[in-house]
């Protein structure tokens, strides 16, 4: 038996993909969460084989769960549903280890396949995305993505400073570094192309 957790925030998608994967014989679900933290307590607490994570979700993303759980050399499999088939969201879930990449549309006996696929050991990635995962290059390090989503959510840097735990010079340096690498005027167009090209 293969123990599943899901990570999803929303709730009538996390319903469906729990009864769903409830109808295979040799899929168990263990374990739901509705946002990242959440779903961290619950690793820890139950130990699945997998979690099959959102990326965008409140607290940690499905990214940050993944690096997470590669820091710690934790035992669990990572498989990312997600509605995003952006090259740099995929392109990270593979630098973080992820097994597995599916988009929401792809066919219900897809997920389940993936998931005893990745399982053995294998990866399961959508082609298309994969082929296009290595075409462009995400220039921001982890610091300018973490301040320049702050600010994308409307943040000051002496905000973003306390949250980060940083001084407000650093945050502002950050940004002007994540600004000039996008070539873009301010930090709101630095966050909407960041965005768009999934390195958020």
Partial sequence: MIRVMLAEDQGLVRGALSALLGLESDLEVVATASDGEMAWRELQRCHPDILVTDIEMPGLTGLELAQRIQRHAMPVKVVIVTTFAREGFLRRALEAGVGGYLLKDAPAERLAEALR????????????????????????????????????????????????????????????????KLGVGNRIEAYRLARQKGWL
Wanted: glycine share 10%; no cysteine; proline share 3%.
């Fill in 117 to 180: 696929q990745v399982h053995r050991g294998g990866r399961a990635v959508d082609p298309q995305l994969a082929l296009a995962a290595w075409s462009g290059e995400d220039p921001l390090s982890d610091r300018e993505r973490q301040a320049l989503r702050l600010a994308g959510e409307g943040l000051a840097a002496a905000e973003i400073a306390q949250r980060l735990n940083l001084s407000a010079g650093t945050v502002r340096n950050y940004l002007s570094e994540a600004i000039g």
